[in-house]
């Protein structure tokens, strides 16, 4: 090692003021050459930086039309969904209604049963409810539908005693039940009359 160094000592000193001259150009031309390549880099770099910026910009908006598009979609059928339920449950709540006002005399015990031509409403009517709610009701909607017309045919088919009581709170139960379903008011709705 000393070796190479008073080399290299030798070297400078028989060149003199020359090889100082000469070891600064070279170390200036070294910086030149550093910072003309670190410029390049850089440079190379920033566009490269850039490319992948406009890349990721575009698969961006690509993707957020495409999430815009399928919530969009969501939207539109979850509306459509909720407004057939609306009008099956109102269909359905009227049809309650009609077989409701047909069985409470039978129920107060102020009528014996229903007339031939009656059962015969009763039933398409009972089975045009259950069609309407199985379209669309979840199963707690059908268990409720379920129950109240179990009492009912039980009543009307197998001369079973209920109160009038029994029979409201049942429809009360479907009726909360689809107002739960579709997010009306999760707040269940009770009679509170005196009758």
Known sequence: MEHYASLTAWILGSLG?????????????GRV???????NQRHSHQQELEELRSN?????NEQLVSIRKDYEIFKETHLREHNDKL????????????????IELTALGKRAGLTAEEQEAF???????????????PQEVMD?????????????????????????????KLTNSMR?????NKKAVSYNGVR
């Open 144 to 172: 409720a539908n379920d129950n109240l017309i179990d009492m009912l045919l039980a009543l009307i088919y197998d001369g079973k005693g209920t109160t009038w009581e029994s029979i409201r709170e049942a429809a009360l």
């Open 33 to 39: 050459w550093a910072t003309r390549l670190m410029d």
């Open 180 to 184: 739960a379903d579709i997010g009306i």
């Open 56 to 60: 990721l910009r575009a698969k961006n």
């Open 123 to 137: 039933e398409t009517e009972r089975l045009r409810l259950y069609a309407y709610l199985a379209m669309l009701a």
């Open 87 to 102: 009008l099956i449950y109102r269909a359905c709540l009227d049809i309650v209604a009609s077989l409701l006002a047909k």
């Open 17 to 29: 003021g020359a090889g100082f001259i000469v070891v600064a150009l070279s170390s200036w031309l």
